[in-house]
């Protein structure tokens, strides 16, 4: 077929009327070009007074060319210009009356000033922060009271649920886990030694470690690491049911969400996080010993005795006492996070993201309360 | 009309899931400017037919040729040109839950085409309109729509860039009697307006009644018969028989016409279609 490409129109003069015969397809694919022939075709037009539009030669016509067609007449006829239509091919008609020019009810558009949103929008963070922390004291209140219930009648208590989240938890986050502390341990050990070799005193790299890693560097890391690799995935699981409709589901069956989702959840996460510490513990003493003894020549049975007389229980108690309210906020706030998410795709990525953000900055909150009130009491 | 060209050609398509055979050896033709209703029980395939039609399930063996051009043949620009006058309307609507409906609409016209803001607003919004939405849930977002709200603005994104060739994927199911039967009206006008080429994935006895030209009925794998709705009431096939003289089949024996064209061999011949196996 030899169709003109695209939209095109000639003109001819008729008496006094200017008759315009339009060609080719006028069609959406023609993409801009549709639009600057219109523009044309209206400029031309309101040359005369009368104008025939001769849409005889069209070859294509859709609902754009249509629309464009309507609105050049519809503003020739405000301008008081008439405009006939001719040669109109009854598939065309129907396609001009279905997609006739008319003004359209758009969506508004988000209005105001820039300076008012920025109030608006600090005043609904504040807002939303402060129903953040009412709805995680209400959920706590929830959580520990399923967790009471099922203390008081175990057998409702739900243990498959629980092994298998220790198993994603605990027992597949050991290897990364036990990796970052023993590279951070030797990391630590290594520049420690290069600092204190100043004042000939590289032996104390032995109490630097062990009291870093034991108290603060340690649980810090895994707790860090916890809330990106399990609180995400929670606040994910628990989003995506929520999407599904799943936790409805589970509503009107009678079963309650916080008994079977949440309760396993935050349960797994209180038992590993402890666990993942200790590990976490042992394998960055490992790599401060590894560092220690190729660096200054500490052999592991002195850095052990050293290590003996640097740190007592304490000390790894102050640490590893952390872990369970860490375990226990990262759990809060990413099923908080998941049972909020509504609606979209978007806002499943939006509350994953705020689930991993939120648990960090609480995380270290946590371990500055601690610090403070270890200090406080003379631990 | 029916005898036209074929728009979508599938010769000999195999497609299988993990060994078991979905679809083996069939065969189907749509014809220009038709509404072919494809039927089948739940599990036949028909959503696998039409997933393997725009190539996005993998097929084992066979050909699908879509405007008379083998789809596995084409490079990435004529690809995107073939998928540019397809339109697909899928079960779950299929909307992007970040957007808007209007903003939804707009998504293919913004990626293959330069319009200008007000040009696009228009179109976008005639689009709605004319998939019969109220504009005022232009505005609104998927998560906030019915379910016919969402077939009807799953539709209005379908039909966003003038296609040639709509796909729908059950589009009256889950909508009340009213609502479907105003659906199948909306479809029928849209066909006969836009000069569409309808391929349409239903269980609506009604709509196949009313606005399909020819039914293609998948069984055993294979389409086991493609014909007019007479073609198909008169069909011995036992398949064909429990699914247009079952139960929920006898609203549409009543209706005047068909009931008499189902036992007139001219009409059901008249349309010298294959596959009549």
Redesign the interface.
Known sequence: MDLPEGPEFSSANEGDALRLVLCGRW???A??AI?TRAEALLAESRKARQVVFDLGRIVRL???GA??IG?TRQTLSAEGIEARLESVRP?FE??LR??NYHT?????RGGGSYLLRILADTGETVVSAGADLYRGVGFLGEVVAAIAKSLVNPSHFRATPLVFHLESIAFRGTPIIALINFVSGAILAQQGIFQLRRFGATVFVINLIGILILRDLGVLLTAIMVAGRSGSAITAELGSMKLQEEIDALMVMGLRPADILIVPRILALIISLPILTFIADMAGLFGGLLVSWAYEGITPVRFLTGLQTAVGFHTFFAGIIKAPFMALVIGLIACVEGLAV??????LGRHVTSSVVKSIFMIIVIDGLFAMFFAGIRY | MAAGEAIVRVRGLDVDFGGTAVLHGLDLDVYRGEVLGCVGGSGTGKSVLTRAILGLVRKRSGTVEVFGRNVDHLVQGERAAIE?RIGVMFQQGALF??L?V?QNVEVP?RE?????PR?S???A???I??AGLD??A??K????LSGGMTKRAALARA?A??PELLFLDEPTSGLDPIGAADFDDLIA?LQ????LTVFMVTHDLDSLSSICDRVAALADKKVIAAGPISAMLASDHPWLRAYFHGKRAHRIQVLPGISAGADGPPEAGAGGLPAQM
């Open positions: 069609t959406v694919d993409s801009a639009e859709d609902t754009a629309w464009l609105r598939e129907i396609l279905e997609a359209l009810a758009m969506p508004a509504a609606g979209s795709a978007e806002s | 540019r839950s970040g808007t209007k016209m293959h085409l330069r319009l200008s040009l607003d228009e179109l919004m005639l689009k309109e004319l504009p005022g232009a505005g977002y998927p998560s906030e039909l860039l003038d006008t006969r307006t836009l000069g």
